[in-house]
Structure formats: C-alpha cells, structure tokens
C-alpha cells in the first residue's frame, strides 16, 4: 500500500519562503504524477500543482505560478513543492497526491492516494 507523508510546515512571514517534502513509500508505484493542493479554512480544496513524475513536467494554478516550483527527487522517491514570495492568502494545510492521470487532474477526486497534509500559516 503506497503512503505519502509531507513535511516541512510551518509559519513564515508575507514575502518569505518555505519548501514542502512528500515522500513515497516505495521506490515504483504506477501513478503517473504528483499533485499539490492545499484547503484553508472554511474553503474547498483547491489545486496548487502537480508534476509529472517521470517527465518532471510541471503544472501550475493561476494563483501560485511564478512563487511556488514543484519539483522531483526520483532517487528520493520524494517531491518537493517550493514555495516563495508567501502571501497570508496561501495560509492552508498543503496535501500532496498521487494520480494515475497521463493528462493535467486538478480535481481532488482525480487523485487516488493522499498524505496527511501539513500546515503552512504565513503571517502580514
């Protein structure tokens, strides 16, 4: 059974940056990509991004592209989602997934395994 957990969580103030880890359970899975998302409170899940995982070709939402990069270890069976220029608006539990989706899944039900998410609060 394929399990995710991320870390690296955290406060940061407006303007700063931090970098979330997501490690795979096993070395080959069958999902083609990794995804981002993150929900706030009181507000749906929303999309962040996702990266192909052989490919490393990446995906991103209007509202996160050109601050956050998300990249792959393969070596690591880890992925990474980078985050810059924080805004308090990016405050959320992000979550990574995985996909068996060759195209660009940006719906939460297009995902099939989850981690448990981990707290990002980035203060004015």
């Known amino acids: 059974q394929v399990q995710l957990v991320e870390s690296g969580g955290g406060l940061v103030r407006a303007g700063g940056s931090l970098t979330l880890s997501c490690v795979v359970s096993?070395?080959?899975?069958?999902?083609?990509?990794m995804g981002w998302f993150r929900q706030a409170p009181g507000k749906e899940r929303e999309f962040v991004g996702r990266i192909r995982w052989s490919s490393s070709t990446t995906y991103y939402a209007d509202s996160v592209r050109g601050r956050f990069t998300i990249s792959r270890d393969i070596t690591k069976n880890t992925g990474y989602l980078q985050m810059t220029s924080l805004k308090p608006e990016d405050t959320a539990v992000y979550s990574c997934?995985?996909?068996?989706?060759?195209?660009?899944?940006?719906?939460?039900?297009?995902?099939?395994?989850w981690g448990q998410g981990t707290q990002v609060t980035v203060s004015s």
């Open positions: 997934a995985l996909t068996r989706l060759l195209n660009i899944p940006t719906e939460p039900t297009e995902y099939d395994v």
């Open positions: 096993e070395r080959t899975f069958t999902s083609s990509g």
